[in-house]
C-alpha cells in the first residue's frame, strides 16, 4: 500500500543510501554519478544567479519563441545529455577490461548503463540535434521569418527537455530501467521489473515523444506553406529536403511508439495484459509496434546529416552538387523503405521463411538510394576545389566508416548470417558504426559549418580538427574491434565473460573510449577557446564559406526577421547565382511592415507540468499527477484568449537595418579562399566562379 502523499517515494531510494548501508565500488560510482548530477545544477545555478543572467536567459532565450534560439537551445539539451551518455560508455568500457569474470559494477548496475546510455543517445541526443539543426537552418534556407506555428515549436522544446529531465533525475531519486533502449516485455512488465526503473523510461519517451511529432507535423507545414516566391520544390536545398522527408517520417513513426508506450503503461498500471504471456498477452505485438517507431528512427536521425554532407560538399568543394534530383529521388527512396524493414530486428524471434526472405530482401534494397547518395557525394568533390575544412574532414571520416558499416548491415540482412551474430558484439558494432558518422559526424560537421551564421564568429580551426581527428582515431579504436569479438562469440549487454581471449580486445576498445573522452574535452575546449577570441574569429557579414543558399545572404548572427523583405528565387543556389552576377547585397525594392511572434512561457509552463506529471506517475503520487495535468490544460485553454500574440516591426526599422548591414558589407574586404581561415574573414566571401 502506497503512501497517499508521497505514493512509492521515500528517503531510501537515492544511491547516496545505498552506499551508506553497502559502500561498494559498484555504489560508489552510482553515488559519484548522482552527486555530479546534482554539483553540477548547483553550479549551474550558482553561475547564473552570480552573473546575473536568469533575467536574460528568462526573456531573451528560454520565453523566445524565434526559430533560431530555440534550434540552439535543442542543441545545448543535446549537448548536456551527450556529456552523461559519454560518460556512461566510459564507464562501460572500464568495467568490461576488469570483466573477465566479475567486474567492478553489478550486473543491475551495468544493465541500468547500456539502458540509459541508448536510451539517451537515441532521444534525447541525435533527435534533439537534428531537430535543432533543422530548427536553426530550413526557415532561413527557404526565405521564411520563423516556423509555421513558433510557439508549437517551443512546446515542443519542452516536452523534450521534460523528457530529458526525468532520464536525469533517474540518476539521483531511484533508478532507471534494466530493459535495454528498447524496454522490451514481457521483462519489462510489472512482475519481472516491479521497481520505477521502467515508468521513468515510459513517461520520459511517452513525454517527449509527442514533442518530436509536434515537431515533424511544424517542419512539414513550414517547408509546404512558408517557402518564399521561387523557392519550388527541385529548388529547395538538399538539406531543406532531407528536413522534409524527415518531418513526415516524424508524423508517421513517433505516433507507433507513442502508442507501444501507452499500452506497456496500461500494462503496468491498469493490468491490461496487452504484452504479458498471459490473458491473451502476446510481447512480439510490442515488438512490431515499437520497431514501426525503431527502424525509420535510424533514418530520421540520418537524413537530416545526409542533408549536411549535401550543403558542405558542394560549398567547400566550390561546386554545384552533382544529381541534384537523384538525391531527391535517393532520399524519398529511402524514407519509403525504411518503413518496410522492421522485421528484420526480430529475424530471430521464429518467423517464416518466407518472411524473413522478403524483409531481408527489403533490408538490401536500402543500400541501393544509400549507394546512389555516396556516389553523388563523389562525383561532386572530384576535381572540385576541394578545402580540406573541418566539416570536409568530418565528410571523410564519414566516408571511410560509414560505407563499412553499410556492408555489415547487408551482411546482418541475410538471416541465416543474422542468426549467428545477433546478440553478439557484432550488432554492437554494426549500428554504431552507422549512427556515429552517419549522424554525429554529420552534425558535428553541421555545427562547425553554421556555427558562425549562429553567433557572429567561426569556430577555432586549429582546435576544431584536432577535436574531428580524435573522434575519428577513437570510433576506429572503440568500435571496429567489437566486429572480431561478436565473430568470437561475444555476447552483448554481457556485464561479464569466462573466455579470456576476449580481454585484450577489450583493453583495445578501452583505449578508444579513452581517445573518444579526449575527443569530447577538445571539442569542448574548443568552443571556449573560440568565444575567448570572439573577436579574431568575428565575421558579422555572415559569409564565411562562400556559400550558395539563401542563408548566407542575411548578417551573422541573422536578426529576428531573418530577411528584411521576403527574398526571390529564380533558381538553385540563388546566392552562388547573385554573387556570380555580381549583384549580391541589394537594398530592397520595397520594405513592409512585418509581424513577428511575442515572447511566450508556453513552452516553460507545459514543459515544466508535463515533467511533474511524468514524475508523479514514476512514484504514483496520483492527487500531483492529476494537478500538473490540470495545469497543462488550464494553461492550454488560457493560452486560447490571448490576442496580442504578434509584435509589429515597422518598415522604416527594417530599412534602417538593412542600411546598416548593406553600410557594413561595403565596407569589408572580400577575402578568397586562401584567407578563409585568416582573421581576415569577416564574412564577405569574394567568389570563384561557380562550377
Not at 541534384?324 to 530486428?345: D, E, G, P, Q, R
Not at 524473413?356 to 557525394?377: L, S
Not at 537594398?587 to 515533467?611: F, H, K, Q, S, W
Request: net charge neutral; with cysteine.
Amino acid at each position: 500500500m502506497s503512501d497517499p502523499v508521497f505514493g512509492r517515494l521515500d528517503w531510501r531510494v537515492t544511491p547516496f543510501d545505498d552506499f551508506w548501508r553497502n559502500p561498494t565500488a559498484n555504489e560508489a560510482v552510482a553515488s559519484g554519478a548522482a552527486l555530479v548530477v546534482i554539483l553540477g545544477a548547483v553550479a549551474v545555478a550558482w553561475f547564473l544567479t552570480s552573473r546575473r543572467l536568469w533575467r536574460p536567459l528568462w526573456r531573451d532565450w528560454l520565453t523566445s519563441a524565434d526559430h533560431k534560439k530555440i534550434g540552439i537551445m535543442y542543441v545545448v539539451l543535446a549537448g548536456v545529455m551527450f556529456l552523461r551518455a559519454v560518460a556512461e560508455g566510459f564507464v562501460m568500457r572500464t568495467h568490461q577490461v576488469t570483466a573477465l569474470d566479475g567486474g567492478f559494477l553489478s550486473p543491475d548496475h551495468f544493465a541500468q548503463l547500456f539502458s540509459t546510455h541508448g536510451t539517451i543517445m537515441i532521444f534525447f541526443v541525435a533527435t534533439p540535434l537534428i531537430t535543432g539543426l533543422i530548427n536553426f537552418v530550413v526557415p532561413l534556407q527557404i526565405g521564411a521569418r520563423d516556423m509555421a506555428f513558433p510557439v508549437m515549436n517551443q512546446v515542443s522544446l519542452g516536452l523534450t527537455a521534460a523528457g530529458a529531465g526525468l532520464v536525469m533525475i533517474s540518476l539521483v531519486v531511484g533508478q532507471f530501467g534494466t530493459g535495454g533502449w528498447t524496454m522490451y516485455p514481457p521483462y519489462t512488465g510489472a512482475t519481472f521489473s516491479p521497481g520505477p526503473g521502467v515508468d521513468y523510461w515510459i513517461w520520459a519517451i511517452g513525454i517527449s515523444g509527442i514533442g518530436s511529432t509536434l515537431s515533424g507535423i511544424n517542419f512539414a507545414v513550414t517547408i509546404y506553406k512558408m517557402r518564399a516566391p521561387g523557392v519550388r520544390f527541385l529548388r529547395m536545398p538538399m538539406f531543406t529536403w532531407t528536413a522534409l522527408t524527415t518531418a513526415i517520417m516524424m508524423v508517421y513513426a513517433f505516433p507507433p511508439l507513442t502508442v507501444s508506450n501507452a499500452m506497456l503503461a496500461l500494462d503496468r498500471y491498469l493490468d491490461f495484459h496487452f504484452f504479458t504471456n498471459d490473458l491473451g498477452g502476446n510481447m512480439m505485438h510490442y515488438a512490431n509496434i515499437f520497431w514501426m517507431f525503431g527502424h525509420p528512427e535510424v533514418y530520421i536521425v540520418v537524413l537530416p546529416a545526409y542533408g549536411v554532407f549535401s550543403e558542405i560538399s558542394s560549398t567547400f568543394a566550390a561546386k554545384r552538387l552533382y544529381g541534384y534530383n537523384s538525391l531527391v529521388i535517393a532520399t524519398l527512396a529511402i524514407a519509403v523503405i525504411s518503413f518496410c524493414v522492421w522485421l528484420h530486428h526480430f529475424f530471430t524471434m521464429g518467423q517464416g521463411a518466407s518472411v524473413n526472405a522478403a524483409f531481408g530482401i527489403a533490408t538490401m534494397i536500402i543500400a541501393v538510394p544509400t549507394g546512389v547518395k555516396v556516389y553523388d557525394w563523389l562525383a561532386t568533390l572530384y576535381e572540385g576545389r576541394i578545402r580540406m575544412s573541418v566539416p570536409i574532414i568530418y565528410l571523410t571520416g564519414f566516408f571511410i566508416l560509414f560505407v563499412f558499416g553499410g556492408l555489415t548491415g547487408v551482411i546482418l540482412a541475410n538471416p541465416t548470417l543474422d542468426y549467428q551474430v545477433h546478440n553478439s558484439q557484432f550488432l554492437v558494432a554494426h549500428f554504431h558504426n552507422v549512427l556515429i558518422p552517419g549522424t554525429l559526424f554529420g552534425v558535428f560537421a553541421g555545427i562547425h559549418y553554421w556555427f558562425p551564421k549562429a553567433f557572429g564568429f567561426r569556430l577555432d580551426e586549429r582546435l576544431a580538427r584536432r577535436a574531428a581527428y580524435l573522434w575519428f582515431a577513437g570510433f576506429c579504436l572503440a568500435f571496429l574491434p567489437l566486429y572480431w569479438l561478436g565473430l568470437m562469440g561475444m555476447p552483448r549487454r554481457a556485464a561479464s565473460y569466462e573466455n579470456a581471449a576476449f580481454e585484450s580486445v577489450m583493453w583495445l576498445t578501452f583505449a578508444g573510449a579513452v581517445i573518444v573522452l579526449a575527443a569530447l574535452g577538445t571539442m569542448i575546449w574548443t568552443f571556449v577557446a573560440s568565444a575567448r577570441n570572439r573577436a579574431a574569429l568575428a565575421c558579422p557579414i555572415g559569409d564565411p564559406w562562400d556559400g550558395r543558399s539563401l542563408e548566407w545572404a542575411t548578417a551573422a548572427p541573422a536578426p529576428e526577421w531573418n530577411f528584411a523583405a521576403t527574398p526571390e528565387v529564380e533558381a538553385l543556389d540563388p546566392f552562388t547565382i547573385e554573387k556570380a552576377e555580381g549583384e549580391p547585397y541589394q537594398p530592397a525594392e520595397c520594405y513592409e511592415d512585418i509581424e513577428v511572434p511575442r515572447n511566450t512561457a508556453m513552452g516553460v509552463v507545459i514543459g515544466g507540468l508535463t515533467g511533474v506529471m511524468g514524475f508523479a506517475l514514476v512514484w504514483w503520487m496520483w492527487w500531483l499527477a492529476a494537478l500538473a495535468l490540470a495545469g497543462v490544460v488550464a494553461a492550454i485553454v488560457a493560452r486560447a484568449f490571448v490576442t496580442d500574440t504578434h509584435q509589429r516591426i515597422g518598415a522604416d526599422e527594417l530599412r534602417q537595418a538593412h542600411r546598416d548591414f548593406l553600410d557594413r558589407v561595403a565596407a569589408t574586404e572580400p577575402v578568397n579562399r586562401d584567407l578563409e581561415m585568416t582573421s581576415r574573414n569577416r564574412g564577405r566571401a569574394d567568389p570563384e566562379a561557380p562550377a
